[in-house]
């Protein structure tokens, strides 16, 4: 095979890799959107507001308690990051670990109820 059909063979494969790597984070963002969904539901906030730059209290604890569960799920604090940030709230790494430690003592205290 000719240096020029190799290349293409790769460049091929490299797009094929990215586009499956794509369809695995959308799919992720669906199971995060049910998630944001079953937390608004619960703690009565919509979404817009889960989304906005409040620090009201009831607010911040329904972030808390999706960060909680998204790693419950299995999700790291970098995927949460970035689909927040697609959502168009900016947080840091910092915040959402601080926020799944609140989120796990909330929702224990919800489950010791």
Do not use: W
């Not at 240096?3 to 669906?30: G, P, R, V």
């Not at 940030?85 to 909330?106: A, D, F, L, P, S």
Request: aromatic share 10%.
């Amino acid at each position: 095979m000719g240096k020029t059909k190799e290349l293409a063979h790769q460049l091929l494969y490299d797009y094929n890799t990215l586009q499956y790597k794509i369809q695995q984070d959308m799919l992720n963002y669906t199971k995060l959107d049910e998630r944001v969904s079953e937390v608004c539901d619960m703690c009565r906030v919509t979404e817009n507001e889960m989304f906005s730059k409040t620090r009201e209290t009831h607010i911040a604890k329904s972030r808390f308690i999706f960060y909680a569960l998204c790693k419950e799920d299995g999700c790291k604090p970098v995927d949460i990051l970035r689909y927040m940030k697609t959502r168009g709230y900016n947080v840091t790494h910092g915040t959402i670990v601080y926020g799944q430690k609140k989120g796990e003592q909330i929702v224990k205290t919800i489950n010791n109820k």
